[in-house]
Protein backbone atom coordinates (compact mmCIF):
# COMPACT_ATOMS: atom_id res chain seq x y z
CA UNK A 1 0.00 0.00 0.00
CA UNK A 2 1.37 3.32 -1.01
CA UNK A 3 2.00 5.93 1.45
CA UNK A 4 2.80 9.48 1.19
CA UNK A 5 2.93 11.59 4.15
CA UNK A 6 4.31 15.18 4.33
CA UNK A 7 4.97 16.98 6.79
CA UNK A 8 6.81 20.42 8.15
CA UNK A 9 4.18 23.06 7.19
CA UNK A 10 3.19 26.06 9.18
CA UNK A 11 2.95 29.71 9.67
CA UNK A 12 5.21 32.10 8.75
CA UNK A 13 5.99 35.36 7.94
CA UNK A 14 7.02 36.50 4.36
CA UNK A 15 10.56 36.34 4.22
CA UNK A 16 10.86 33.64 6.23
CA UNK A 17 11.94 29.24 5.63
CA UNK A 18 10.07 26.67 5.88
CA UNK A 19 11.81 22.90 5.28
CA UNK A 20 8.86 19.91 4.13
CA UNK A 21 9.91 16.58 4.09
CA UNK A 22 7.53 13.55 2.16
CA UNK A 23 8.18 10.11 3.52
CA UNK A 24 7.26 7.76 1.31
CA UNK A 25 6.53 3.47 1.44
CA UNK A 26 4.99 1.06 -0.46
CA UNK A 27 6.38 1.31 -4.07
CA UNK A 28 10.10 1.54 -5.13
CA UNK A 29 11.04 4.87 -3.97
CA UNK A 30 14.74 5.01 -5.34
CA UNK A 31 13.32 3.92 -8.99
CA UNK A 32 11.58 6.63 -9.27
CA UNK A 33 11.46 11.10 -9.49
CA UNK A 34 9.70 13.00 -6.53
CA UNK A 35 7.87 15.65 -7.30
CA UNK A 36 6.51 18.54 -5.05
CA UNK A 37 3.30 20.24 -5.92
CA UNK A 38 0.65 22.71 -3.87
CA UNK A 39 -2.87 24.17 -4.17
CA UNK A 40 -3.34 27.65 -3.14
CA UNK A 41 -7.42 28.65 -2.43
CA UNK A 42 -9.87 28.44 -5.45
CA UNK A 43 -6.69 26.99 -7.97
CA UNK A 44 -5.91 23.81 -9.44
CA UNK A 45 -2.84 21.79 -8.16
CA UNK A 46 0.46 22.87 -9.76
CA UNK A 47 3.83 21.64 -9.72
CA UNK A 48 6.31 22.80 -7.92
CA UNK A 49 9.65 21.16 -8.16
CA UNK A 50 10.98 17.57 -8.43
CA UNK A 51 14.30 15.48 -8.14
CA UNK A 52 15.38 12.75 -10.26
CA UNK A 53 15.97 9.18 -8.67
CA UNK A 54 19.97 10.00 -8.13
CA UNK A 55 19.54 13.41 -7.56
CA UNK A 56 21.69 13.86 -10.66
CA UNK A 57 18.29 16.55 -12.09
CA UNK A 58 16.05 18.69 -10.20
CA UNK A 59 13.42 20.84 -11.98
CA UNK A 60 11.44 24.02 -10.67
CA UNK A 61 8.50 26.27 -11.45
CA UNK A 62 9.79 29.22 -12.13
CA UNK A 63 7.85 31.36 -9.33
CA UNK A 64 9.85 29.41 -6.72
CA UNK A 65 13.63 28.83 -8.79
CA UNK A 66 16.67 30.85 -6.32
CA UNK A 67 14.01 29.81 -3.21
CA UNK A 68 13.35 26.56 -2.95
CA UNK A 69 15.76 23.57 -3.03
CA UNK A 70 14.25 19.78 -3.63
CA UNK A 71 16.46 16.79 -2.55
CA UNK A 72 16.12 13.61 -1.26
CA UNK A 73 17.88 10.41 0.75
CA UNK A 74 16.99 7.07 -1.00
CA UNK A 75 18.04 5.50 2.20
CA UNK A 76 15.25 7.18 4.30
CA UNK A 77 12.72 7.33 1.26
CA UNK A 78 12.07 10.51 2.16
CA UNK A 79 12.27 13.89 -0.36
CA UNK A 80 12.76 17.43 1.10
CA UNK A 81 11.84 21.02 -0.15
CA UNK A 82 13.51 23.58 1.73
CA UNK A 83 11.75 26.85 0.73
CA UNK A 84 13.50 29.98 1.48
CA UNK A 85 12.02 34.01 1.19
CA UNK A 86 8.60 32.56 1.73
CA UNK A 87 5.85 34.96 -0.39
CA UNK A 88 2.36 35.35 0.68
CA UNK A 89 1.65 33.64 -2.44
CA UNK A 90 3.55 30.59 -1.70
CA UNK A 91 0.32 30.07 0.83
CA UNK A 92 -0.98 26.49 0.02
CA UNK A 93 -1.53 22.93 1.06
CA UNK A 94 1.90 21.14 -0.34
CA UNK A 95 2.29 17.63 -1.86
CA UNK A 96 4.56 15.24 -2.94
CA UNK A 97 4.16 12.35 -5.43
CA UNK A 98 6.25 10.25 -7.70
CA UNK A 99 6.32 9.40 -11.61
CA UNK A 100 8.85 8.99 -14.33
CA UNK A 101 10.99 11.81 -15.15
CA UNK A 102 9.08 13.12 -18.50
CA UNK A 103 5.81 12.80 -17.00
CA UNK A 104 6.36 14.81 -13.61
CA UNK A 105 5.22 18.29 -13.85
CA UNK A 106 1.57 16.76 -15.03
CA UNK A 107 0.82 14.29 -12.56
CA UNK A 108 1.30 12.11 -9.25
CA UNK A 109 1.37 8.24 -9.85
CA UNK A 110 0.31 7.35 -6.71
CA UNK A 111 -3.03 8.48 -4.40
CA UNK A 112 -2.11 11.68 -3.20
CA UNK A 113 -1.68 11.87 0.56
CA UNK A 114 -3.01 14.80 3.40
CA UNK A 115 -0.69 17.71 2.38
CA UNK A 116 1.06 19.91 4.63
CA UNK A 117 -0.45 23.47 5.11
CA UNK A 118 1.86 26.48 4.23
CA UNK A 119 0.99 30.02 5.53
CA UNK A 120 3.18 32.42 4.91
CA UNK A 121 1.84 36.70 6.27
CA UNK A 122 2.86 39.55 4.81
Known amino acids: QVQLVESGGGLVQAGGSLRLSCLAS????????MGWYRRAPTKEREFVAAVYWDSGFTLYEDSVKGRFTVSRDNDKNTTYLQMNNLKPEDTAVYYCNADDWGRIQWRGRFPWGQGTQVTVSS
Open 26 to 33: GFPFKSYT
